[in-house]
């Protein structure tokens, strides 16, 4: 996480390139990121933690606001066990 937060600073200065994908897009600001899932019609803005949020505005414009980088994620999902004769 950013430390002290300063305006006008690139926090992501190395940015992803879309070169073959057609599903999602990305743009930049300075201290966060958007990245749309077209094909699902959503939108995740996703701040360096540590930084100022956008304002209410820019926030209620998308789906999801996440902080980056992840810190602690968790996933539950039961795996699929056919039924067979072993």
Do not use: M, R
Not at 4 to 27: A, C
């Amino acid at each position: 996480c950013v430390s002290t937060f300063e305006s006008g600073v690139d926090y992501f200065p190395d940015k992803v390139q879309i070169e073959k994908s057609t599903q999602w897009t990305i743009t930049y600001e300075d201290s966060y990121k958007v990245v749309k899932n077209t094909a699902a019609d959503a939108s995740y803005l996703l701040y360096h933690c540590g930084t100022d949020l956008p304002a209410q505005d820019i926030l209620d414009q998308h789906d999801v606001v996440i902080p980056v980088p992840l810190t602690n994620v968790g996933l539950h999902y039961t795996s699929f066990i056919p039924f067979g004769t072993w």
